[in-house]
T-cell receptor, first 116, second 109 residues
Framework: GAVVSQHPSWVICKSGTSVKIECRSL??????MFWYRQFPKQSLMLMATSNEGSKATYEQGVEKDKFLINHASLTLSTLTVTSAHPEDSSFYIC????????????FGPGTRLTVT | GQNIDQPTEMTATEGAIVQINCTYQ??????LFWYQQHAGEAPTFLSY??LDGLEEKGRFSSFLSRSKGYSYLLLKELQMKDSASYLC??????????WGAGTKLIIKP
């Protein structure tokens, strides 16, 4: 099956710094990638959808200047949390979908971000 | 608005059968998904239904009734490793996935 990787799997950073999370589709071309955030004991919250080569579409309430998304190639998308604060601490998960009419989203393993 | 309802938590016994229900109200329908998520891990795909009826895949089956806005996930021969959250998600008319809050399934020996 299709494999999506995320790096890093966990990161601890200080308040005010920026953190970049990478999402890669390893064996397929992902025309669309999704970034989710999940707080403890809650469901997935879609943050943004990105298509290769175009600007990401952000969900209502998600600050695009704070959560920078770059989908530069068909196999790589990055999420940068700028000027991180403790309330940004969460589990960030990316998923990818191929462009051949594939209905399934393939999830990465997630990145746990802790901001101190 | 769009809404997906599923029970918050269920408990079942090892070796038994459990049915997790999901009802949805969405703007359009382009398929319903079930995902399994273990604590601290990302979701993994279990099933996809777009037509009415039952889809069977090993110990897991998923049923869909579009007219009732209803689906269930049936897990047979429960194993301890099945303890996880089960997420129901519906793809709406914009092909956006709308997620339920998940059902935490606790398996007891």
């Amino acid at each position: 099956g299709a494999v999506v990787s995320q790096h890093p799997s966990w990161v601890i950073c200080k308040s005010g710094t920026s953190v970049k999370i990478e999402c890669r589709s390893l064996d397929f071309q992902a025309t669309t990638m999704f970034w989710y955030r999940q707080f403890p004991k809650q469901s997935l919250m879609l943050m943004a959808t990105s298509n290769e080569g175009s600007k990401a579409t952000y969900e209502q309430g998600v600050e695009k200047d704070k959560f920078l998304i770059n989908h530069a190639s068909l196999t790589l998308s990055t999420l940068t949390v700028t000027s991180a604060h403790p309330e940004d601490s969460s589990f960030y998960i990316c998923s990818a979908r191929g462009g051949r009419g594939d209905y399934e989203q393939y999830f990465g393993p997630g990145t746990r971000l802790t901001v101190t | 608005g769009q809404n997906i309802d599923q029970p918050t938590e269920m408990t079942a016994t090892e070796g038994a059968i459990v049915q997790i229900n999901c009802t949805y109200q969405t703007s359009g329908f382009n398929g319903l998904f079930w995902y399994q998520q273990h604590a601290g891990e990302a979701p993994t795909f279990l099933s996809y239904n777009v037509l009415d009826g039952l889809e069977e895949k090993g110990r897991f089956s998923s049923f869909l009734s579009r007219s009732k806005g209803y689906s269930y996930l049936l897990l047979k021969e429960l194993q301890m490793k099945d303890s996880a959250s089960y997420l129901c998600a519906v793809k709406d008319s914009n092909y956006q996935l709308i997620w339920g809050a998940g059902t935490k399934l606790i398996i007891k020996p």
